[in-house]
């Protein structure tokens, strides 16, 4: 199968370099264009500890701290389709917005996994 550029793609530890300059300015982007994953970052800065401090061995500290991580890889993607969506164009489209609402669904979704999985291992301790 030929390949689909002529250019030459960077391998070994220049790939790895140029990926996690990547990487860092997603997340600096995300950072400074995103309202939402400030706060989504606040909010899994407040609770890691506390995930870690309530769980009484290492898979109830997993499963306390993991859907933190997925809340923001969530929204990091859902940011990604909105960005993506803008830039093809800013009329309101039927396409667009629902591109929009379902990224925003998986967002909401993430965190009724954080508050299922917290209830679910901390019920029975605190009631």
Known sequence: MAPLTDRPKPTGLIRLWRA???T???????????????QELALCVLLFPVGLWLGQDGIER??????LFVILIVELLNSAIEATVDRIGL????LSGLAKDIG?????TSFA?????????????FV
């Not at 997340?27 to 939402?36: D, K, M, Q, S, T």
């Not at 009329?91 to 039927?94: G, I, S, T």
């Not at 925003?104 to 909401?108: D, P």
């Open 113 to 125: 996994l954080l508050v299922t999985v917290w209830a679910l291992l901390l019920w029975e301790r």
């Open 24 to 38: 860092a300015k997603g997340y600096i982007g995300a950072f400074r264009e995103e309202a939402a994953f400030r």
């Open 20 to 22: 996690f300059g990547n």
């Open 62 to 67: 997993a499963l306390l701290v993991g859907p």
């Open 91 to 94: 009329e309101r489209h039927a």
């Open 104 to 108: 925003s669904a998986a967002v909401f």
